[in-house]
């Protein structure tokens, strides 16, 4: 197995290396390697298909990989279950909400302040309603979670994987099938933990605009591979994430982050 | 869901207790303390049952597999080693912890219906074994002359009611724990519950041993009650009719299903009058109960009972 650049593997937070993973006939994850640093918000864009979805399922656990190395803040996670990733600080919301249905909101949220990385951080009732308040939930705290919304189910997707004090959270398209007045609040829900908490953050997105306003380095995948990693700007003019990817999808070029980073348009 | 306890479940807990206390003074016969003391041995049935499966969502078909291992443990000390009964009060759910744990250990990790279909199996097969070693078990006349526990019938009603709230008290204040907030968003969804760090295996297994252990319980008290063990106690009826008064008592609730068990014992003696018709009688309340309540019967009055005395 190949190592990182020696300057890579010193200060990432999570170091993937040569991850495969074959359905059958299907090769969804192909070779891929990459880094994230500490604090940062990362993107993983790519079109329907690409392998982005099975590669949060190897990092968190839920499918394992045929070969390759995951290390997370200095161990490995490759033998390891969920649950067990969970309390190494390695947290992830679905692409689909799956709630606690039957549940109320509150305790939707107690049932990630009871896993044990976290159970003996104070009253896990009081914690939960923290977090549901940092989110924005916390008025709806003891309605039954059958009601929420698909907006609020997001956000309390987000609390529920943040009641577990992660280090790394892996978010799996957190702006689908969310309409337009929902988007910018939860991105700036997302901004704003990352700024708070210095939380690093891996992002999952097909929403183009919010998404390259949010991270500051993109690694585009492309039938199961890696095919660029970089700025925003500089992944949406690179050929082969154009070919992929934005060659069919009208860009604004307005919404483009500018060169310090900061998005572009109001 | 139902929220914490308040001062009037405890006052309706007492008033059911008052009820089961006095129940064998109105007719002081020893079939109707007898008809009673079986009620309160499908009362433990029915809570086990309800704990497991009735928070987690994970159906078992095979209840009657830790019954018949509490039963038949009982059978064996006492009857061929001579031990004294109170003895088998441990024993008897220390080994069905042990097939709970044989059981659990390979099926509740998968998902599927492989743990629900292993437990209706596992009964079955422990039923047929019992006739085909049946120089060790008496085949199906079963194990018999078991030594009393206590020598009135009325002094052992009170034992078993005794059994019965330890079980009530133990699986409801669980149930309403921590843990059972774990058990419940188990039925709600196990990837979630992975996700959020939880050990969904681990917190399964644990459920059925507690539930096998309580229905080990209720087996050795019912075979002191018989003071006769036989194959019928593994049978696959036994189980199912566990699961349909767990159903009319509301699931979930554990004092829901321990008030369904008792309605549908009492209710089916009460039917005899029907003779050959009461099987027919049973079955449509069974039907009306099911068809118009679907959330069960007693669980559900009493949340409307409880939002109205608020």
Known sequence: MAKDPAGDAVNAILAVEGLNKRFGGLHAVKNVSFAVGPGTITGVLGPNGAGKTTVFNLLTGFISADSGTIEFDGQKLDRLVPHQIVNCGLARTFQLARPFLGMSVLENVEVACLAPRVRHEGKPRLRAQTLLDQVGLGGKSEFLVDVLPYGDLRRLEIARALATRPKLLLLDEPFAGLGSNEIKPLADLIRSLHRAERLTILIIEHKLREFMQLVAEVIAMDFGEVVAVGSPSMIVRHPRVVEAYIGNVELDPSTLPGPDGRNGAA | ???????????????????????????????????????????????????????????????????????????????????????????????????????????????????????????????????IFSEYTGGQDGLNGLDPMLDSTLAYYYLTLFFLVLTAVILKLLANSSWGTLLRAIRGDEASCQAAGINVTFYKIASLMISAAFAGLGGVLYAHYQLQVGPDLFAVVLSINIIIMVYVGGMGSIYGPIGGAILLNVLTEAFRGFSEYRLWVYTLVLMFIIYFMPQGLIAPLWRKIRLVMR
């Not at chain 2, 009673?36 to 969502?57: E, K, N, P």
């Not at chain 2, 039963?71 to 003895?87: E, I, Q, R």
């Not at chain 2, 008897?92 to 509740?108: D, H, K, N």
Request: proline share 5%; hydrophobic share 55%.
């Open chain 2, 1 to 131: 869901m139902g929220g914490p306890i308040r001062h009037i479940d405890w006052l309706g807990a007492l008033a059911a207790l008052v009820v089961l206390a006095v129940g064998p003074w109105f007719s002081g016969s020893s079939y109707v303390i007898g008809v009673l003391t079986v009620a309160l041995c499908f009362g433990i049935w029915a809570a086990s049952w309800d704990f497991m499966s009735g928070l987690t969502g994970r159906e078992n078909f095979g209840h009657s597999l830790f019954i018949g291992a509490g039963a038949y443990t009982a059978g064996f000390l006492n009857v061929k080693f001579g031990l004294s009964p109170y003895w088998s009060l441990i024993a008897g759910p220390l080994v069905a912890v042990v097939f709970g744990i044989g059981m659990g250990y390979p099926t509740l990790r998968l998902r599927g219906p492989y743990f629900a279909l292993a437990m209706l199996s596992a009964a079955a097969v422990m039923q047929s074994l019992t006739i």
